[in-house]
């Protein structure tokens, strides 16, 4: 029992406390109502809020800042597609592969990109490409890394390259990449007729390399091009004179070494010196120009 029951001690006092009892069940009763509606409306809004959020990311994402003009790749030009890093290769000749790739119809940041790297790595020259999606408007940013060219071949030192060589040795022959890729820091080899990929292959190219590092290495100078326009007579051609290897043999890097021993006789040659003589196994010399003799006299 109640302490209130406890006291009942007259029909009025059970009355007034059934009456206060009544009260407070009603009181309750109202209370739990009101919890009810409350509830209620809180589902309400919050369902008003999913679906005003649901309608706000759809107009957000159909916004036409989000996605590429069909035409961008068919079109393709700095404002929508921009090409940085690239030195050898020529922007036209990227515009061009990428004009191959169907425009994405989903919004710049879902747009794959594996597609527009896929593409140019068709490039040889490329060792590396990123690509980073901007939007408002939406637009492609291009960074590409290039293979270095160390060596390029041609048939005359004036004549265009008809191939070069990367550091990473790789094999270009494309004709539109040539121009950029004949600098004064990559070495020249002087080739009649070269037949790339049979008689000049990378092997034999980093096997010429070795010899004219070995020269620069025993000279001090740096080599400006290699002559193998007769494969069985070979020029290298240093900063102060040329030097004749002849047939490059096994005994190439022996020869070589003697470069050091006869270099500082040329400044005692009384005349002009048309080139240092290796050709020989256990013999060298200095020939001397005659031509240019005559002349003096």
């Known amino acids: 029992m109640t302490p209130e029951e406890n006291n009942i001690q007259t029909p009025e006092d059970a009355a007034k406390?059934?009456?206060?009892?009544?009260?407070?069940?009603?009181?309750?009763?109202?209370?739990?109502?009101?919890?009810?509606?409350?509830?209620?409306?809180?589902?309400?809004?919050?369902?008003?809020?999913?679906?005003?959020?649901?309608?706000?990311?759809?107009?957000?994402?159909?916004?036409s800042?989000?996605?590429?003009?069909?035409?961008?790749f068919s079109k393709c030009d700095s404002n929508r597609i921009e090409i940085l890093n690239n030195n050898i290769v020529p922007s036209p000749i990227v515009y061009k592969k990428l004009s191959e790739?169907?425009?994405?119809?989903?919004?710049?940041?879902?747009?794959?990109?594996?597609?527009?790297?896929?593409?140019?790595?068709?490039?040889?020259?490329f060792k590396n490409v990123y690509v980073r999606r901007y939007g408002f408007p939406a637009r492609i940013q291009i960074i590409v890394r290039e293979r270095i060219p160390v060596v390029v071949i041609k048939t005359d030192l004036k004549a265009k390259p008809v191939a070069f060589m990367t550091s990473d040795?790789?094999?270009?022959?494309?004709?539109?990449?040539?121009?950029?890729?004949?600098?004064?820091?990559?070495?020249?080899?002087?080739?009649?007729?070269?037949?790339i990929g049979t008689d000049w292959t990378v092997k034999r190219v980093q096997h010429i390399e070795k010899i004219v590092?070995?020269?620069?290495?025993?000279?001090?100078e740096k080599?400006?091009?290699?002559?193998?326009?007769?494969?069985?007579?070979v020029y290298v051609k240093i900063d102060t004179t040329a030097i004749r290897l002849g047939l490059l043999d096994s005994t190439v890097f022996d020869r070589i070494?003697?470069?050091?021993?006869?270099?500082?006789?040329?400044?005692?040659?009384?005349?002009?010196?048309?080139?240092?003589?290796?050709?020989?196994?256990?013999?060298?010399y200095i020939k001397l120009d005659q031509n240019k003799k005559e002349q003096n006299e």
Do not use: C
Request: proline share 5%.
């Open 169 to 195: 040795g790789i094999m270009v022959t494309d004709k539109n990449y040539m121009k950029i890729a004949d600098n004064n820091s990559v070495l020249k080899i002087l080739a009649s007729n070269p037949k």
């Open 101 to 125: 790739i169907k425009t994405s119809s989903l919004p710049i940041f879902l747009m794959p990109v594996s597609g527009i790297k896929h593409k140019l790595f068709e490039i040889p020259v």
């Open 65 to 72: 800042g989000w996605y590429l003009p069909k035409d961008t």
């Open 257 to 284: 070494k003697r470069i050091y021993t006869i270099l500082p006789q040329i400044n005692e040659v009384d005349g002009h010196v048309k080139y240092v003589d290796l050709s020989w196994d256990k013999v060298n």
């Open 17 to 63: 406390i059934a009456k206060r009892s009544v009260k407070r069940k009603q009181k309750e009763r109202k209370l739990r109502k009101q919890r009810k509606k409350l509830k209620r409306l809180k589902a309400f809004l919050r369902f008003l809020l999913f679906i005003l959020l649901l309608l706000v990311m759809y107009v957000f994402f159909n916004l």
């Open 213 to 220: 590092k070995a020269t620069e290495a025993y000279s001090s």
């Open 223 to 233: 080599v400006q091009y290699i002559d193998m326009r007769n494969p069985n007579d």
